[in-house]
């Protein structure tokens, strides 16, 4: 596989149908997959209210507050608070799950992935650290504050940019906070 260098302001932000925000797709697998057919798939979300999520048969989810006061997510029946940034938060996206926003609008980083396909991590790295793709292994790394240079020929990535990285590729330096998130296929699936 080759880089994928994935722009912010390439994105066309889409409302949810219930109003209470728009998402902007960062990369899904395979291309074009819809929501029945994806994957794994990455975006951002810009929310304005709080209210129930859309229930995803058969996904994981991975959330993590970029920017705002955080939300309380409460997840079959119980209550976590995400009152900081950058700290990811994984639940069953088959999950009756509705969204209580703290104190204004958020900025949350979002994960999905077809559980009998993929398993997907996320980390938090911030400034001083070098990312290398294991073996076998694809990342995307998504800028959520300040930048990434990655090394093989100096590409910036801004805030909000992201990289799409196989085993192989040379990796970069954060300047900044990322969210990276490995990949992993299923046996079997």
Known sequence: MTRQILRAEDRA??????????????????????????GWRVSIADVVRGGPFSSFPGVDRIITVVDGPGMTLTVDGTSHTMDAPYEPF??????VTECLLLDGPVVDFNVMVRR?????????????????????????AVVLAGSAVLRRDSVRLGRLDAV???????????????????FTSVPGG
């Open 13 to 38: 932000p889409a409302p949810w149908k219930n109003g209470g925000g728009v998402t902007s797709e960062v990369a899904v697998h395979p291309p074009d997959a819809g929501t029945d057919d994806f």
């Open 90 to 95: 994984a639940f069953p996206g088959d999950a």
């Open 116 to 140: 009998a396909d993929t398993t997907a991590r996320v980390r938090v790295v911030r400034s001083g650290t070098a990312v290398r793709p294991a073996p076998g292994s694809r990342v995307l």
């Open 164 to 182: 799409l990285i196989s085993d192989g590729d040379h990796g970069f330096d954060v300047e900044g906070v990322l969210a990276i998130v490995d």
